[in-house]
Nanobody, 123 residues
Framework: QLQASGGGSVQAGGSLRLSCAAS????????MGWFRQAPGKEREFVAF?????YYADSVAGRFTISRDYAENTVYLQMTSLKPEDTAVYYC?????????????????????WGQGTLVTVSS
């Protein structure tokens, strides 16, 4: 089970840090990812962490994904936020992944999902 938190309202240019706590044990061989869904739009990939990190072009250089293995938690540090970052953010996990990195930009590849946390960025 995944529990996401840390969403809120912020002005453009501000920062937020999202957290996703896993109730079960996760290891470095598991992929932990973040996706988001804006109102009226499809869910889209944001970032994931496996043996290395991988970001959507729209957030690269502004967002940073990290993990605390002792706490079984993955974080998404978001800086220089823009109104277009407004969305519900979801964390996801894939146990024992295999295959190409690019596969894991697709939400259908993940086994577990958190409940989502809303991020609102005002201009």
């Amino acid at each position: 089970q995944l529990q996401a938190s840390g969403g809120g309202s912020v002005q453009a240019g501000g920062s937020l840090r999202l957290s996703c706590a896993a109730s079960g044990r996760t290891t470095s061989s598991d992929i932990m990812g973040w996706f988001r869904q804006a109102p009226g739009k499809e869910r889209e990939f944001v970032a994931f962490m496996w043996s290395k990190t991988y970001y959507a072009d729209s957030v690269a250089g502004r967002f940073t994904i990290s993990r605390d293995y002792a706490e079984n938690t993955v974080y998404l540090q978001m800086t220089s936020l823009k109104p277009e970052d407004t969305a519900v953010y979801y964390c996801a996990a894939k146990k024992n992944p295999s295959g190409r990195y690019s596969m894991y930009t697709r939400g259908t590849r993940y086994d577990y999902w958190g409940q989502g946390t809303l991020v609102t960025v005002s201009s």
